[in-house]
């Protein structure tokens, strides 16, 4: 599995994302290679499916389900229900939902 945390330099909850990614990784037990992901411009924004940063994708899909079928790729801050990092249970939901695929 492949998790990668997209994000663009100086995005002020990159690093919270990647440590709450890492610390559900450990606890669930998975093996899964974690990556840093930078997006430079439109054009990676574009390319990656980047809906703001940080967005995380395992195996390539978004863990957010309610993002499915959007195609506002954008070079911005993503909030999250308001806040700037995922919640855990989405990142939980979004790796255990690749297990069972």
């Known amino acids: 599995m492949t998790i990668d945390i997209l994000y663009f330099e100086g995005c002020p909850n990159h690093t919270s994302t990647l440590q709450l990614v890492r610390e559900v990784v450990r606890d669930l037990g998975v093996s899964a290679a974690v990556r840093e992901v930078e997006v430079k411009d439109r054009e990676d924004a574009s390319r ?3 809906l703001g940063s940080p967005t995380v994708h395992v195996d390539g899909k978004d863990i957010d389900p309610t993002v499915i079928g959007r195609t506002d790729w954008s070079f911005s801050c993503r ?3 308001r806040s700037g990092v995922p919640p ?3 990142i939980e ?3 255990r939902s690749r297990i069972q695929a």
Do not use: C, Q, V
Request: proline share 0%; hydrophobic share 50%; no cysteine.
């Open 48 to 50: 990656l499916r980047f």
């Open 79 to 81: 909030l999250y229900d």
């Open 88 to 90: 855990r249970a989405m």
């Open 93 to 95: 939901r979004g790796i």
